[in-house]
T-cell receptor, first 109, second 115 residues
Framework: DAKTTQPNSMESNEEEPVHLPCNHS???????IHWYRQLPSQGPEYVIH???SNVNNRMASLAIAEDRKSSTLILHRATLRDAAVYYC??????????FGTGTRLTIIP | EAQVTQNPRYLITVTGKKLTVTCSQN?????MSWYRQDPGLGLRQIYY???????DKGDVPEGYKVSRKEKRNFPLILESPSPNQTSLYFC??????????????FGPGTRLTVT
């Protein structure tokens, strides 16, 4: 039970913003929202995580709905290197994070 | 360079022959974990360790053992491998365990085939 729902796949044009949605309607009050991505033939890599308010880092932004039942990962300007599977995960600490199947993002040149 | 290393990267073995996949991190991380990745099922956690001598089951622990005798190492042991353990395995580590989440660093993966 991945406890989050994401679209199986999305496409975006290169150099345009990408909004990756995630539904986590049963999230508890202490669960964080984590995003990881997995490039082809590599292990997953951390992207961002947050609890209640929106978060920004050098890779992306995370917008969390006020009721915390959904969130959106925003890549501000997609490049070909951003083509990957993106995982949205809910959990408090690191123990027992369930990754699910994620969203496969294709970037169109 | 800060990293998580796994060995071997590729392994083909036969049913019932005990094997160990090693995982080592050089970042003094408390938390370490093993995942397996199968087509259509995503990444599933096998075991995790909050610190030395502290391990716990993840979502799919059956058929696997782990140990955490030193902080840097977290080997995955398959006492009697079976074909349904053919998979891509990832080790991960994180600075601290428990409390708010910290970034997990993943190894490059070990592709295991059991015939």
């Amino acid at each position: 039970d991945a406890k989050t729902t994401q679209p199986n796949s999305m496409e975006s044009n290169e150099e345009e913003p990408v909004h990756l949605p995630c539904n986590h309607s049963t999230i508890s009050g202490t669960d964080y929202i984590h995003w990881y991505r997995q490039l082809p033939s590599q292990g997953p890599e951390y992207v961002i995580h947050g609890l209640t308010s929106n978060v920004n880092n050098r890779m992306a932004s995370l917008a969390i709905a006020e009721d915390r039942k959904s969130s959106t990962l925003i890549l501000h300007r997609a490049t070909l290197r951003d083509a990957a599977v993106y995982y949205c995960i809910r959990g408090f600490g690191n123990e027992k994070l369930t990754f699910g199947t994620g969203t496969r993002l294709t970037i169109i040149p | 360079e800060a990293q998580v290393t796994q060995n071997p990267r590729y392994l083909i073995t036969v049913t019932g022959k005990k094997l160990t996949v090693t995982c080592s991190q050089n970042m003094n991380h408390e938390y370490m974990s093993w995942y397996r990745q199968d087509p259509g099922l995503g990444l599933r956690q096998i075991y995790y360790s909050m610190n030395v001598e502290v391990t716990d089951k993840g979502d799919v622990p059956e058929g696997y053992k782990v140990s955490r005798k030193e902080k840097r190492n977290f080997p995955l042991i398959l006492e009697s491998p079976s074909p349904n353990q053919t998979s891509l395995y990832f080790c991960a580590s994180s600075l601290l365990a428990g409390g708010p989440a910290y970034e997990q660093y993943f190894g490059p993966g070990t592709r295991l085939t059991v015939t």
